[in-house]
């Protein structure tokens, strides 16, 4: 008998059939994996970048050095992955490499300096780190992008796509609390990375005020009444620090506690890190492999650009006879395991058939032989009575009579019961 209640890891493990959101599966995802030679830098600046691409990001993905990049590319199309960030670390340097999945195209980065987010974090004065600024994705701005060049037009739609898209008339300002601001200098041809915190604070507000506003509790010791308190002179923070120029007007009104629409408030950012200076040194067609498309370091002739197109299409078609070849022999093996399998089914039906034969020829031989056996007890029986043998005396069915017809002289002992 089967059991008819489902256990309890089984009423808990029922899996439900869960639609995701369109925004969800629109949203561009994205892994963040490390390659080359180990560290334990490389594997914190993973770690940190994670952190900026979250939420839309495999912040726990484990990575192993068997892992290849198919491995990864061969499960981004169930998990809605668009982008991949490598860093990789060489004897000559580290690079960053931002590829979009599945076809391209790749970019590399030279990457000059970096600063891991604790030491950023550390070095501030005003430190904000609050686990809800990473539930929804950040601002990107970019700043300098709009140089000639195809490589610039590239390396902005890239970093934009990296990110969800903004609706300006159906955004809701108070998911807005973090920022990821890129730019770019013309002269060095560097990037400087940046990860900021955002807060709005309302202006105009003595800073006794905005204690009761935020909900705490303030010392009345030094002051007789209460009144004292409010109308006591003590500029705010935004007033002492804030640029004026820092100071909008907000169109819709914010969870945060002073914030109200068509209020005046200053925007002001913290810094969360990691810092990263990059530069871009190469534009490949492919993910991570194919046609150059820009080179910051070498520049090639026309001729030099025809041999290596030569070569890769050489390189191709010579992949393309070798997976032929393969499909090929495979094919050929499947026929001969079909043919040694058909041979030896004709065999083993041949060998039952011989097998058969053999078995119906001794039972044949078993039943003369004991047919001759009787003929030659009942003769020896007549050479030496002198008399003819009874029919049942030498029939093979008499033992069996006889068994049957048995009756036991004894009869079973009844058990005595008290």
């Known amino acids: ?32 994996i490390h390659r080359g030679l180990p560290g334990e830098h490389i594997v914190e600046l993973t770690r940190d970048f994670r952190r900026v691409m979250e939420p839309f990001t495999a912040s726990d993905l484990k990575e192993r050095k068997r892992n290849t990049i198919k491995d990864f590319v061969s499960v981004a199309g169930v998990l809605h992955v668009s982008h991949m960030a490598i860093f990789t670390r060489t004897e000559n340097g580290m690079y960053f490499k931002l590829c979009r999945v599945p076809r391209g195209p790749t970019l590399m980065f030279k990457l000059h300096n970096f600063s891991l987010s604790r030491d950023v974090v550390s070095m501030t004065k005003k430190q904000l780190v609050f686990e809800e600024a990473f539930k929804t994705s ?11 060049g195809m490589h610039m037009k590239l390396m902005a739609s890239m970093f934009q796509n990296m990110f969800p898209t903004i ?25 400087d990375f940046r990860h900021y915190a955002i807060k709005i604070a309302p202006v105009g507000l003595s800073r006794n005020v905005k ?39 907000l169109p819709q009104k914010l969870t945060s506690r002073g914030n109200h629409e068509s209020g005046k408030s200053a925007i002001r950012l913290f810094e969360l890190g990691p810092r990263l200076t990059l530069q871009l040194v190469k534009v490949e067609n492919g993910l991570l492999e194919g046609e150059v498309l820009y080179h910051d370091l070498i520049v090639k002739s026309e001729e030099e650009k025809l041999l290596i197109a030569k070569k890769r299409e050489k390189k191709k078609n010579l992949k393309l006879n070798r997976k032929k070849t393969q499909e090929e022999n495979v094919k050929r ?84 019961t008290k």
């Open 211 to 249: 204690k009761l506003m935020q909900a705490k509790i303030p010392n009345l010791a030094k002051c007789e009444d209460f009144s004292e308190f409010i109308t006591k002179a003590a500029l705010s923070e935004s007033e002492a620090e804030d640029d004026p120029a820092s100071h909008v007007t």
């Open 138 to 148: 950040p601002l990107i701005v970019l700043n300098n992008f709009s140089g000639e």
């Open 1 to 32: 008998m089967g059991r008819k209640n489902k256990g309890r890891c089984v009423r808990r493990n029922k899996q439900l059939d869960v639609q995701e959101k369109e925004e969800l599966v629109r949203a561009p995802h994205s892994f963040v």
């Open 333 to 416: 093996k499947e026929s001969k395991k079909e043919e040694a399998k058909e041979k030896s089914l004709k065999g083993m039906k041949k060998k039952q058939s011989e097998r058969d034969i053999i078995i119906k020829k001794i039972a044949k031989e078993s039943v003369e032989l004991h047919k001759n056996e009787e003929d030659d007890d009942a003769q020896y029986y007549r050479d030496e009575v002198g008399e003819e043998p009874d029919k049942d005396l030498f029939d093979g069915n008499s033992k069996k009579r006889k068994s049957q017809t048995f009756t036991p002289r004894y009869k079973s002992k009844k058990v005595k």
């Open 167 to 191: 609706n300006l008339t159906t955004v809701n300002l108070s998911t807005i609390r973090r920022c990821v601001c890129l730019n770019y200098n013309s002269t060095t041809n560097m990037i």
